[in-house]
T-cell receptor, first 113, second 110 residues
Framework: DVKVTQSSRYLVKRTGEKVFLECVQD?????MFWYRQDPGLGLRLIYF???????EKGDIPEGYSVSREKKERFSLILESASTNQTSMYLC????????????FGPGTRLTVT | DQQVKQNSPSLSVQEGRISILNCDYT??????FLWYKKYPAEGPTFLIS?????DKNEDGRFTVFLNKSAKHLSLHIVPSQPGDSAVYFC?????????FGKGTHLIIQP
């Protein structure tokens, strides 16, 4: 069974704080993804990575950065958290080649006050 | 511009009946399509997929139909059960990864 874990289920941070969200997968997947989910907006891709130290911007990268130092770990960083970054953050991983369905972690509900 | 559209934000179906969730897409280059199910406060879980070269794929109570000429796919759940109440996301895959729809909230009524 594929397992994708995220460091926190719930997080409360103050405006301006630096926030780290960590994701680990145990299936040796090449691809890893960070999404945010907001009501009425579905899943929006923030960043993805297809290899160690490689990263690509998704649809909404502004205000975020990522780090992938090891194949199994993909971190999302909010350099200076703002209230409009309050959201559910979802990490996913997949194989590089099709069929490459994405497997998701349980999500982190981040609230920025 | 939305490439994957789920036009029904919610759908209510009686237990035991068929649930039909719809999805439309605009990009004819998509190679495969997937459906995910999501409960509140959990990550989406993969349900079923279909390659663009097929028109039907079945897995237990779940069947996905693809109509390439209409750029339309649908997920059929028969019979619907209370545990099927969740948000369902349609996704389309191609060279650039997955593109998700905004989701349909399925509510199964007793």
């Amino acid at each position: 069974d594929v397992k994708v874990t995220q460091s926190s289920r719930y997080l409360v941070k103050r405006t301006g704080e630096k926030v780290f969200l960590e994701c680990v997968q145990d299936m040796d997947h090449e691809n890893m993804f960070w999404y945010r989910q907001d009501p009425g907006l579905g899943l929006r891709l923030i960043y993805f990575s297809y290899d160690v130290k490689m990263k690509e911007k998704g649809d909404i990268p502004e205000g975020y950065s990522v780090s992938r130092e090891k194949k199994e770990r993909f971190s999302l960083i909010l350099e200076s958290a703002s209230t409009n970054q309050t959201s559910m953050y979802l990490c996913a991983s997949s194989r590089l080649v099709p069929p490459n369905e994405q497997y998701f972690g349980p999500g982190t509900r981040l609230t920025v006050t | 511009d939305q490439q994957v559209k789920q036009n029904s934000p919610s759908l209510s179906v009686q237990e035991g009946r068929i649930s039909i969730l719809n999805c439309d897409y605009t990009n004819s280059m998509f190679d495969y399509f997937l459906w995910y199910k999501k409960y509140p406060a959990e990550g989406p879980t993969f349900l079923i997929s279909i390659s663009s070269i097929k028109d039907k794929n079945e897995d237990g109570r779940f069947t996905v139909f693809l109509n390439k000429s209409a750029k339309h796919l649908s997920l059929h759940i028969v019979p619907s059960q209370p545990g099927d109440s969740a948000v369902y996301f349609c996704a389309a895959g191609g060279a650039d990864g997955l593109t998700f729809g905004k989701g349909t909230h399925l509510i199964i009524q007793p």
